[in-house]
């Protein structure tokens, strides 16, 4: 029994740790499909992704493929250049073609490409062969994308035909929508987006647009004005969590394109966030201090979501039954505000980290603040109270007495059924499984680290 304890311990630890290894060093690389040829870019700096696409007929339909066919007749065969800006890329892109194959002529359009608010972009390649190219055979060309401060290349193979394929293709296009994330129920909210040309910010109008709600799957007729913007006011309906859609449906020119959103349809929340955080002010002097600034701004970001707003009303209803009676005592008194600024430390490292975390995963804002509420009562247990674990083991003097296979499933158990709670609250909207769950899930997690860590050292300090 000892034995498997101390296995599921030090497997716990691991899965702990691994977690946070994973968000403090990001990989230096990024894997995709194999069926996009993407060039490397490093994920810790501002950069730009390259892949190569051209299509072929199979039956009555033209498929994306990476085979390029160049006809020897002198026509154009075209492929697009996808382009990809991540972590806030914003530099403009010059294109060339290097190593091409005798008789071989290659061009772009347009031959260079700076990031839209999309970070999407398109680029058109036509490659013209000659009778100097044998049929049949396989080449090859490579295309530098290079801007001020970084480069990548990637080659492309092509196979030489007697005839350059015909290919009728639509110009791409990309719809933006912005909506209120959350509005109350039978409240007058405005839908408006953007149609434009895909990659190059072009705007596109003139064009019949589709709004389709998740409330009625009734569907909402718009036009773009000349500048490609569109607007449309909907009436929200009872509460709930619904999609909006907006399509395209391309015409002769212009392919289809769509776009969907969420939005959260609930009545006002009850709970206001208290104005500051009194331990902080009073142990860094004042409420303009860059400390109690952070955590304003992170407790506002936090805010933002269903899950941290329902579990801020529980921490905010426990921290200040006690907090303003410690801030008196902080407040005016250079030794105290010493110390508390040394046990503080830690905490503000953790919740930078945090809050670099909700950025990673700031493409959905309910996992981001979820995901940062585990590194947070993880790394704030592991800190703050792995100290108490390894007090009780010594105390105890055996960790059997104290910590057994139970305990570690009986807290794996209630840290399950807290993200239940949590998905439960989150798809139908219910306000008290959130605070349950969230509260729970907060607390198992401090629990799970400090006995986890203090374990481990309780350990190391028994050898």
């Given at each position: ?6 296995l599921a311990r030090s497997i716990l ?233 907006v399509e395209f449906m391309g015409d ?212």
């Open positions: 029994m000892l034995s498997k304890l101390k630890l691991l899965i702990i740790l691994g977690s946070f290894l994973s968000i403090l060093w990001l990989p230096t690389s990024i894997e995709y499909s194999r069926s996009w040829a993407f060039v490397k870019g490093e994920a810790a700096q501002a950069d730009f992704l390259m892949n190569f696409t051209t299509w072929q007929r199979q039956g009555d339909a033209w498929v994306a493929t990476q085979e390029l066919l160049v006809g020897r007749d002198g026509g154009a065969a075209h492929g697009q250049l996808g382009l990809l800006a991540i972590y806030g890329f914003e530099e403009n892109v010059l294109f060339s073609a290097e190593q091409a194959p005798a008789g071989v002529t290659v061009t772009f359009s347009p031959a260079s490409w700076t990031p839209t608010t999309s970070a999407f972009g398109f680029i058109d390649v036509f490659v013209v062969g000659s009778q100097q190219l044998v049929e049949g055979s396989v080449m090859s060309f490579v295309i530098r994308g290079k801007s001020s401060s970084v480069e990548h290349t990637l080659t492309v193979t092509f196979r030489v035909v007697q005839e350059t394929p015909t290919v009728t293709l639509r110009q791409h296009t990309y719809i933006e929508i912005s909506a209120p994330q959350r509005v109350t129920p039978l409240s007058a909210f405005n839908v408006e987006g953007k149609l434009m040309l895909g990659g190059y910010q072009t705007p596109l109008g003139g064009k019949e647009l589709l709004i389709t709600t998740g409330w009625n799957d009734k569907k909402v007729e718009v036009k773009t004005d000349a500048n490609g913007w569109f607007s449309y006011t909907f009436t929200a309906p009872e509460a709930g969590v619904y999609s909006i859609k002769d020119e212009y392919a289809p394109s769509e776009k969907t959103i969420g939005v959260i349809v609930a009545p006002p929340s009850t709970s206001q966030p208290p104005p500051t955080c009194l331990i902080a002010t009073a142990t860094y002097g004042s409420e303009l201090s860059p400390e109690v600034q952070f955590l304003r701004e992170f407790r506002d970001q936090v805010m933002q979501t269903l899950a941290g707003r329902e579990f801020m009303a529980v921490f905010n209803a426990w921290y200040y039954s006690f907090s303003p009676s410690i801030a008196t005592v902080i407040a005016g008194n250079p030794l105290i505000q010493a110390v508390f600024k040394i046990l503080l430390y830690p905490l503000m490292g953790i919740l930078h980290l945090s809050a670099a975390t909700y950025s990673v995963f700031s493409f959905n804002p309910e996992l981001a603040v979820l995901v940062a509420g585990l590194v947070t009562s993880s790394l704030i247990g592991a800190i703050y109270f792995s100290s108490l674990t390894i007090l009780a083991l010594l105390v105890q003097g055996k960790s059997k007495k104290t910590l057994t296979m139970r305990h570690w499933k009986s807290l794996a158990i209630i840290w399950t059924a807290s993200l239940m709670l949590i998905l439960v609250g989150e798809a139908l909207l219910i306000q008290m499984a959130m605070m349950v769950g969230t509260s729970m899930f907060v607390l198992t997690n401090l629990s799970l680290s400090a006995m986890a860590v203090g374990t481990r050292i309780f350990y190391i300090i028994k050898r």
